[in-house]
């Protein structure tokens, strides 16, 4: 077996060929298996299904489970590679049960249901990981396509939840490595090598929507003409002052690319390998409405800054919009083609009586 350098391998002790696979691959393979939260795993499960129901009723009602599978065991073993370890989890429809609990009814059991089916392209993994993650910690989605051509450097761990162990490692890996930890059921593709015209349809086909967190700008003009090509609709999230794009190339009445900022003409030529003019970073980010601090940094990227600044406080507020957005699409609801602002900081400048 040749481990995934970002997938989980999952062994279903209650089959007789997953509890046969994993007795051979032990054999092989030294993997110590932490299997002491199991039994609260089920608790948990147990409650949510039955609230108020007795420790007892639960470990009775797993005993009937475990004596009713064809192998008299339970559980799925989760084997991380990178780690060399492996963990007992609940089957998938339990684990997603108790994963998105807390959800409830926030999320109502049928629209989890619904979004349990649905895929996201997520382009950049800066950003873009923090909108990546939020999708998976609430379960808004089934299935992942991650790109990013990047590996982690110490500037990146301002804003990228990552491990200085990680240094030097594909930031793509990196970020499908946290969310196999946190649910080893969810489908994840990875695209290392970037988002490039060569891979364009495997990563846009088949997906409900994507996302653009990318740098590049003929990647920004790549991803939105595949998305209107596919009538798929795509959410921007660029963090200064809270700005979010909802394009909505799925409806017939959206006219032209960026809410109309961009022309197809321009739109091909900057897809061909263009860069970034006055003009087209003003389509983007709108430089009139950009904060002082920003319109401050933009003058000085080349000479005294290396890069546009980002914060986590700002990437981490702009991924859970980003995710509300998502899920309010991926549903259905009547979200219009537009951009929008929550400026946290103008909040705060503002008088509000307690």
Same mark, same amino acid.
């Given at each position: 077996?040749?481990?995934?350098?970002?997938?989980?391998?999952? $062994?279903?002790?209650?089959? %007789?060929? !997953?509890?046969?696979?994993?007795?051979?691959?032990?054999?092989?393979?030294?993997?110590?298996?932490?299997?002491?939260?199991?039994? =609260? #795993?089920?608790?948990?499960?147990?409650? /949510?299904?039955?609230?108020?129901?007795?420790?007892?009723?639960?470990?009775?009602?797993?005993?009937?489970?475990? +004596?009713?599978?064809?192998?008299?065991?339970? +559980?799925?073993?989760?084997?991380? &590679?990178?780690?060399?370890?492996?963990?007992?989890?609940?089957?998938?429809?339990? $684990?997603?049960?108790?994963?998105? =609990?807390? =959800?409830?009814?926030?999320?109502?059991?049928?629209?989890?249901?619904?979004?349990?089916?649905?895929?996201?392209?997520?382009?950049?993994?800066?950003?873009?990981?923090?909108?990546?993650?939020?999708?998976?910690?609430?379960?808004?989605?089934?299935?992942?396509?991650?790109?990013?051509?990047?590996?982690?450097?110490?500037?990146?761990? =301002?804003?990228?939840?990552?491990?200085?162990?990680?240094?030097?490692?594909?930031?793509?890996?990196?970020?499908?490595?946290?969310?196999?930890?946190?649910?080893?059921?969810?489908?994840?593709?990875?695209?290392?090598?970037?988002?490039? %015209?060569?891979?364009?349809?495997?990563?846009?086909?088949?997906?409900?929507?994507?996302?653009?967190?990318?740098?590049? %700008?003929?990647?920004?003009?790549?991803?939105?003409? +595949?998305?209107?090509?596919?009538?798929? &609709?795509?959410?921007?999230?660029?963090?200064?002052?809270?700005?979010?794009?909802?394009?909505?190339?799925?409806?017939?009445?959206?006219?032209?690319? *960026?809410?109309?900022?961009? /022309? %197809?003409? #321009?739109?091909?030529?900057?897809?061909?390998? !263009?860069?970034? @003019?006055?003009?087209?970073?003003?389509? $983007?980010?709108?430089?009139?409405?950009?904060?002082?601090?920003?319109?401050?940094?933009?003058?000085?990227?080349?000479?005294?800054?290396?890069?546009?600044?980002?914060?986590?406080?700002?990437?981490? *507020?702009?991924?859970?919009?980003?995710?509300?957005?998502?899920?309010?699409? *991926? *549903?259905?609801?009547?979200?219009?083609?537009?951009?929008?602002?929550?400026?946290?900081?103008? #909040?705060?400048?503002?008088?509000? @009586?307690?």
């Amino acid at each position: 077996m040749i481990p995934s350098p970002y997938r989980a391998v999952l $062994f279903h002790l209650s089959s %007789p060929s !997953g509890r046969e696979a994993w007795r051979a691959f032990t054999k092989e393979t030294d993997a110590p298996l932490y299997a002491g939260t199991l039994a =609260n #795993q089920w608790r948990e499960w147990f409650r /949510s299904e039955k609230p108020g129901g007795s420790t007892e009723e639960a470990d009775a009602a797993f005993a009937a489970r475990e +004596g009713s599978s064809p192998t008299g065991r339970y +559980g799925t073993v989760a084997w991380y &590679p990178w780690r060399k370890k492996a963990i007992l989890l609940l089957e998938e429809a339990e $684990f997603i049960a108790v994963r998105t =609990n807390r =959800n409830r009814n926030k999320i109502r059991g049928e629209e989890q249901e619904e979004l349990g089916g649905k895929s996201v392209g997520v382009v950049g993994m800066s950003v873009g990981r923090s909108v990546a993650l939020a999708l998976a910690m609430e379960r808004l989605v089934g299935r992942l396509h991650l790109a990013d051509a990047d590996t982690l450097e110490l500037s990146n761990l =301002n804003r990228i939840p990552a491990s200085l162990f990680e240094l030097g490692q594909s930031k793509v890996i990196s970020a499908a490595r946290a969310i196999a930890e946190v649910d080893p059921y969810l489908e994840v593709e990875i695209w290392p090598d970037g988002f490039a %015209p060569e891979v364009m349809s495997d990563f846009l086909d088949g997906l409900d929507l994507v996302v653009d967190s990318c740098d590049a %700008p003929w990647a920004k003009a790549l991803v939105r003409l +595949g998305a209107r090509d596919r009538r798929m &609709p795509l959410v921007m999230e660029t963090n200064d002052r809270g700005l979010v794009d909802i394009e909505r190339y799925d409806l017939e009445e959206t006219v032209g690319f *960026l809410h109309g900022r961009l /022309s %197809p003409e #321009q739109l091909t030529e900057l897809a061909g390998g !263009g860069s970034w @003019t006055p003009e087209l970073l003003d389509a $983007f980010v709108d430089l009139s409405a950009i904060s002082e601090r920003a319109r401050e940094s933009l003058a000085e990227v080349g000479k005294t800054l290396v890069g546009w600044p980002q914060l986590h406080s700002d990437v981490a *507020l702009g991924a859970g919009m980003a995710a509300s957005v998502i899920r309010r699409v *991926l *549903l259905g609801e009547d979200i219009a083609d537009q951009r929008i602002r929550f400026d946290f900081n103008e #909040q705060l400048s503002l008088a509000h @009586t307690a």
